[in-house]
């Protein structure tokens, strides 16, 4: 294992570095070097630390996702409560369903089939966007109007709903034995969202009583709520609640309720170091489980499709922040934030394959393909637009952000 881990600190580093020398995103070069040392070219991370990935990789994205819920602001969250929950269904409905009709047109599936691939590929990736959010909130780029809040929020939500419509489909084409129709699975959709976001409240709230009772040093702190997260993703995962949303709702009530106390800024510095060395494991045990021969499958019919379902998320993007209060340009770069795809698909591209689906095999290459294309597209499309579309703002003393340079945002 040490020999993998040398490989992960020195050559993710590197390649991190060398991408943002070029002006291009870190995480690229991560994935890039994930793909070139996985176990599908060169073979030269351990079979042990393999074993571990999908653990490190959920453990990555509690600590990207405990420092977001540390940064919801609860009147933030109130001006942009309706257009999180569009955003967080419209997008993925329009892409899955695109490339579901696809799937029947061109791969002969049944409705089944298609919608396990539809939906498998409509999951926008937290992995991606989340850490790209907080980068802009950092840098005060669309917090006039709160882009970034928008965006991390609404990919959260996606993902439950993604992976709950795929869930549904999957148990229709006999790869699940469930008993609960598909009304029901449906259904389960707001109890798992909210559910999930009381669990991660409660657990907050305890946190947050803890620390106002004894003196803990920082590390202890960060301990403390670090192990919490990763409770309230196990506990989410048991009762089929929102794990990661638990998460950021843990991070959120810490704000709201510790705001003013020392512990806050020490967490949120705390968890940014760890974020440094967590970003090498994520994205490049991410690389690591794409299979560049798997994805070669997919061929040109593979890349048709992903564009066209591109095509149709984004103009769910579009319908979604229409009468938003955002103007032309923050719509656009809404719509590509909302491109990159990897977790969900690293996650459960597999799953119709080793369920015996029919067709699992092409959905495993397509699910592949979408990771190759969209998670560098995406990251790139992040960096370069924002500067572009957003405003770029600073927060004044009295907490409200001021727009510092307009961006031509005509609504």
């Given amino acids: 294992m040490l020999n993998s881990l040398l490989i992960i600190f020195f050559l993710g580093l590197g390649a991190k570095k ?4 070029f002006k291009l995103p870190g995480l690229v070069g991560l994935v890039l070097v994930g793909i070139l040392t996985g176990p599908f070219v060169l073979n030269l991370l351990e079979q042990d630390i393999l074993a ?3 653990e490190i990789r959920l453990l990555a994205l509690i600590i990207i996702l405990l420092r977001a819920g540390l940064g919801l602001d609860r009147q933030i969250l109130t001006r942009i409560g309706s257009s999180a929950i569009k955003m967080s269904a419209i997008p993925g409905i329009f892409e ?3 490339i579901m009709i696809l799937s029947r047109i061109f791969l002969d599936f049944s409705w089944a089939q298609a919608g396990v691939l539809g939906f498998i590929i409509a999951a926008v990736s937290p992995a991606v966007v989340v850490p790209s959010m907080l980068d802009l909130r950092d840098r005060g780029l669309g917090m006039d109007k709160n882009v970034p809040i928008l965006i991390l929020a609404g990919a959260s939500i996606d993902d439950v709903f993604a992976i709950t419509v795929f869930t549904v489909f999957l ?5 699940t034995a469930t008993e609960a129709t598909p009304l029901i699975s449906f259904a389960m959709i707001p109890v798992e969202i909210v559910g999930g976001v009381l669990l991660g409240l409660i657990v907050g709230y305890l946190l947050v009583l803890l620390f106002n009772r004894f003196t803990l040093h920082r590390i202890e702190q960060l301990l403390l709520v670090t192990g919490s997260g990763i409770v309230v993703t196990l506990i989410g995962e048991a009762v089929s609640l929102a794990g990661l949303l638990a998460v ?3 991070g959120f009530i810490l704000l709201e309720k510790g705001n003013g106390n020392d512990y806050i800024s ?6 940014n170091h760890l974020w440094l060395g967590a970003q090498l494991f994520l994205f490049i045990l991410i690389g690591a489980a794409v299979n560049i021969q798997v994805a070669w499958q997919a061929g040109a019919l593979g890349i048709l499709m992903i564009g066209l379902g591109l095509m149709a998320r984004s103009t769910g993007v579009l319908l979604a922040t229409w009468r938003s209060g955002l103007s032309w340009n923050e719509r656009k770069f809404c719509a590509a934030a909302y491109l990159p795809k990897a977790t969900v698909q690293a996650a459960i591209g597999g799953v119709p394959l080793a369920a015996g689906i029919p067709g699992g095999e092409i959905i495993l290459a397509i699910a592949v393909l979408s990771i190759i294309i969209t998670a560098p597209l995406g990251a790139i499309a992040i960096k370069r637009l924002a500067p572009r579309l957003l405003n770029q703002c600073e927060l004044t003393e009295g907490g409200e952000w001021k727009v ?3 961006r031509n ?3």
């Fill in 171 to 175: 148990g229709l084409a006999g790869g």
């Fill in 266 to 271: 020490q967490l949120e510095e705390s968890l």
């Fill in 18 to 21: 060398l991408f943002e020398k």
């Fill in 96 to 98: 899955g369903t695109t």
């Fill in 52 to 54: 571990l990935s999908t």
């Fill in 409 to 411: 945002n005509d609504n």
């Fill in 248 to 250: 950021m709702g843990l």
């Fill in 404 to 406: 510092e340079s307009q």
